[in-house]
């Protein structure tokens, strides 16, 4: 099982809006829920956002409204798009099944949201 690749982040002022992406090889994404999680410096990693099969989506309370987490299976990607960004969403983001797959943490994007 590869890991996934996440991509997408960078910096960015406050109300600025970022979209991650994350792929990976194989038919994962078409049958598992997946999940976005961040992790900030200091702080443990946290689920942002899921989304199952068929396409119900979860999220934090801290992200709802701002953050939309979306799937192109045949591509097997899974996209979060990141709207209204605030200094305390800087973090490194990934993407992984849910629940999480211990085995396939990828690299991360980082995102950082400057005052």
């Known amino acids: 099982q590869v890991q996934p690749v996440e991509s997408g982040g960078g910096l960015v002022q406050a109300g600025g809006s970022l979209r991650l992406s994350c792929a990976a090889s194989?038919?994962?994404?078409?049958?598992?829920?997946m999940g976005w999680y961040r992790q900030a410096p200091g702080k443990q990693r946290e689920l942002v956002a899921r989304?199952?099969?068929?396409?119900?989506?979860y999220y934090a309370a801290s992200v709802k409204g701002r953050f939309t987490i979306s799937r192109d299976k045949a591509a097997n990607t899974v996209y979060l798009q990141l709207n209204s960004l605030k200094p305390e969403d800087t973090a490194v983001y990934y993407c992984?099944?849910?629940?999480?797959?211990?085995?396939?943490w990828g690299q991360g994007t980082q995102v950082t949201v400057s005052s």
């Open positions: 992984n099944t849910f629940p999480f797959t211990p085995l396939f």
């Open positions: 989304i199952t099969s068929p396409d119900t989506t």
């Open positions: 194989g038919s994962i994404f078409s049958i598992s829920a």
